[in-house]
Structures are given as C-alpha cells and as structure tokens.
C-alpha cells in the first residue's frame, strides 16, 4: 500500500516547496538502509553519516521526506506527560525512567538547533495541563506531588489567572509545567533535511512495498527499484506494523488537527492578547490546544482507529467541524470561518505507552512509538538507534533500555475492538474537553 496523504498541513504550508526530490527509480546496494525520513529516520541518518563519512547510507520514504507525523503535529516538545499511566505513587520509578527519557529528547533536539543554528520558532514557555473541570483537581494534586518527588518545576493554577494567561474562561484548573518548550515542528524537520550529511542518499515518494532477509542481506522492493542492504534501520513509526515489524506490539492510530489564520489585531485585543501558550488536556481524549508565536490558534481533538494510508476530503472535513466547535467552545468571540487547514496524520502506540528500540534481527533495528513526545524522543531513538546498530554504547542507550518494554497485544479483529472500545469511553469521559 502507499501512503498518501493530504497537502493541507499549515504548519507544512509555512515552509518553502523544495527542489531537490530524488525518487528510487533503480536497483541498488548500499551499506546502511534507513526506511522512514521522521524525526526518528533523519536523526539516525545523521547520525550515521557521522559515523561513517565515507559510506554509503540511503535514507528512503513513502511521501516527502518530514512530511508525515513529523510536521503534521502539534509542536510541543515534552518533558512530562500525564496521560501515559504512570503517574500513581506506586509508579514512581517507572515515571522517572520516562521523564528521564524525556529529558534527553530536549537535550538532543536543543543540541542540534545549536549546533545547525535552526530558527524553529522555539519557545521555552513551558505548556498546561489544563481542564474545564474542577473536579479534575484531584488528577493535578496527584501529578503535582510526583512531580515535585522528581523536582519538576510546575505550579497550579485557576480560572482567573488561566483567563489571564490564555485568553479563555474555558478552563477552571490547570497544572503549568516549566520545562515544555512549544516549537514549529515543520521547520524543526525541514533543517533536519536540509542538513543531512553528504554520503545520506535520500530518495523521497518511494513506499516500501515488500521485505526479505537473505544471506545476511535486507532486500526492500519499492514500485520502481529496490535495495539491498547489509545493515537497516526501520523508522516508519506509524506503519511498523503494516512492514510486519514487532506486529504484536504496536498499532496506528489517526489524529487530525486544524489551524486558524493569524488572528486579526481588533480579534486578539477581544482575547487579551496572549502571550503563545500550549495547553494538553487531563483526560485522555480531550483537546490539545495552542497559540502560536504568529497568533494562530491550532486544536488536536480526534484520535481513532482509522485507514493509516488516507483520510478522504470529506471525512477530514467532519473532523475539521469538530475543531471549529472546539475553538468556538473557548473563544465564543471569534468568528466562525477562522480555520485555515486541517490535516491528519499517523502515531503509533503500544499497549503500556513504553517505546520501541531494538535489534529485531542480525543488522536490523527499529525505534519507533512515542505516542505524543516523538519530537524528542523520535530524535534521541534515531541517533541512538543508530549507535547501537554501530555495536556501540552509550549512557542514553542504558538510560533507554531502563525503560519499561512494551507488552504483547492480541491480533486483530481483538485488538481493533479493544482500542475502539477504550477510545469511545475515553471520548465519553472527556466528552466537556473536546
Ligand atoms: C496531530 C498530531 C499531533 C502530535 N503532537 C505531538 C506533539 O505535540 N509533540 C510530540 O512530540 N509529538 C507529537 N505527535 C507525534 C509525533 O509527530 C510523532 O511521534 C513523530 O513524528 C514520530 O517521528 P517518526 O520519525 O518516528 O515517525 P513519522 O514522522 O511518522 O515518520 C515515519 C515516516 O515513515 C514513512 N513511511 C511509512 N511507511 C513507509 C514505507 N512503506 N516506505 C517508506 N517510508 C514509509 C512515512 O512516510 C513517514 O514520513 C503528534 C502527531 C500527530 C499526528
């Protein structure tokens, strides 16, 4: 199946065409393989190219490179997470080992904004765990104390100053961490492209169809070509499973996400001119909701076991409907056609929220699944994937392999009806914070 996706991503929009597409339209050979240009496959092939200057590495994607989850999300790089089931007492361990993960994911992208001197309109302001509920207020308690046992600098907040700080009398409480950075996630993936070391081949608009492994070699067909290589990495997050790679651990899942154009100055002073914030939502399936830098308000508020290769017009369309009412639900002032895209793209889970990163074979790694933190953590897994499929170590690879491992799933239809199931109590619960 190939991937094909909607050109209506703003934050893809933002960005200059590029020129420079390569399709796979041949047989080759190479050294290093990296199926996937996310976050995860261009990290790796960075890494890579470090390594080894005088190899040949080919990078390979379905669509253009970045343009999948990569620059279709919301642009919150994280350093905690609430909705990821540890956050009880009895997990503090466990959470440790998260947020410890999450802290190296900031280390590494903040190391390569440095060193390559990005504009990614970063922003160190922190994001909000925020609810219209008041009765939410038990959640935050608790996920404040873990958080100060870990010596996570947060603070509580209510209606007023939330009203203050975001220019919305939606929300009731909130929880304000100071470590989460907001950034434009389309520039951030576009500097990692446009970087990339000068042995990384890569070839764009070339869906791996079909996988083998003979003679200690991997051999990839696409429609047009294929690839035989001694070493590969699979980085195709969302679409492990389709590749049939760790199948019993993972599965997709379908986010869509639309953005406002720049608010106009009359509108913005009717809000109390914000300074950019992002906010994530207490309860699972609530809204993600954020103003950005330029004054654009971006809401995630869909997540659903969907076809990962497309999203019809008309069905993006109905989600983009359910993004106006949650955009009108807090900014009642606003005038209804102010939505300017709406697109969707593809994550990955695993049943525990633990991530992938392993060998699954002789010269054959994956790292991938990082539910809602894989602008961190996909740019950590993909450097380190790649120094372990060096045979190398290092104290990231110790502090990753810490980590809690995913656990097994059913197979399909089970698995199909279990996560649909969960996901309609889950929007139930979080029926107010849509
Ligand atoms: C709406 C939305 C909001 C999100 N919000 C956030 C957020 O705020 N913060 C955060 O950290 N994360 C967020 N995420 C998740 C984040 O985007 C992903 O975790 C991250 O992009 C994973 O990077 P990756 O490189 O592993 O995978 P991807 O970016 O999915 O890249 C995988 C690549 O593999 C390619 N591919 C797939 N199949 C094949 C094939 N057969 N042949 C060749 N290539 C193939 C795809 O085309 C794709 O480009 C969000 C995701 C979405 C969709």
């Known amino acids: 199946m190939e991937v094909i996706n909607d050109n209506s991503c703003g934050w893809i929009k933002d960005l200059s065409p590029r020129n420079n597409v390569k399709k796979l339209e041949s047989d080759l050979d190479c050294e290093w393989l990296i199926v ?9 092939a960075r890494k890579l190219g470090q390594l080894y200057p005088n190899v040949k590495i080919i990078l390979v994607d379905a669509q253009l490179a970045g343009e999948g989850a990569s ?10 997470t609430l909705n990821d089931g540890f956050t ?8 440790k080992k998260k947020a410890d993960i999450y802290k190296l994911g900031i280390e590494a992208v903040k190391r390569f904004i440095k060193e390559y ?6 922003n160190e302001c922190g994001k909000y765990f925020a609810s219209s509920k008041v009765e939410d207020k038990k959640i935050l308690e608790n996920f404040s104390s873990t958080l100060s046992k870990l010596g996570y600098e947060h603070n509580l907040l209510s209606n007023k100053g939330l009203k203050e700080r975001l220019g919305t009398n939606f929300y009731n409480i909130a929880l304000h961490t100071k470590g989460g950075i907001l950034l434009h996630p389309g520039k951030l993936v576009r500097a990692m492209i446009d970087t990339l070391p000068e042995n990384v081949n890569l070839y764009e608009n070339s869906s791996l169809l079909d996988w083998e492994k003979k003679n200690d070699v991997v051999i990839c067909k696409f429609k047009n070509g294929s690839i035989k290589a001694k070493k590969s990495i699979f980085a195709t997050n969302g679409f492990l499973k389709s ?3 760790k199948s019993n651990y993972n599965f997709p899942i379908t986010l869509t996400a639309s953005m406002t154009r720049p608010l106009t100055d009359e509108e913005f002073i009717s809000i109390g001119e914000p300074k950019e914030w992002g906010v994530l939502p207490i309860r699972p399936m609530g809204a993600t909701i954020r103003m950005t830098k330029d004054r654009r308000i971006l ?3 869909t997540a659903e076991v969907h076809n990962p290769y497309k999203m019809s017009k008309s069905e993006l369309k109905k989600r983009s409907l359910k993004q106006k009412i949650g955009i009108k639900k807090r900014f009642p002032e606003l005038s209804e056609d102010i939505i300017q895209s709406s697109w969707s793209g593809i994550v990955s ?4 929220s633990s991530q992938i990163f392993e060998k699954i074979d002789e010269n054959i790694f994956v790292a991938g699944c990082y539910n809602g933190s894989g602008i961190g953590v996909g740019s950590l897994f993909g450097e380190q994937i790649a120094i372990k499929a060096s045979n190398e170590n290092s104290n990231e690879i110790e502090t990753i392999e810490a980590r809690k491992k995913p656990t097994w799933l059913p197979p399909d239809p089970i698995l199909s009806l279990g996560v649909r199931a969960r996901l309609i109590y889950e929007r139930l619960r979080a029926k107010s914070e849509i």
Request: proline residues 0%; contains cysteine; hydrophobic residues 30%.
């Open 299 to 301: 809401i995630r508020n």
């Open 243 to 245: 590749l049939g790679i």
């Open 349 to 352: 889970r695993t049943r525990n």
């Open 117 to 122: 001197q990005v504009d990614c309109d970063w």
């Open 88 to 95: 009880s007492n009895k997990e503090l361990n466990n959470y």
């Open 36 to 44: 996937g240009a996310g976050f995860t496959g261009l990290s790796a």
């Open 71 to 80: 620059s279709r999300n919301s642009g919150y790089l994280v350093d905690t």
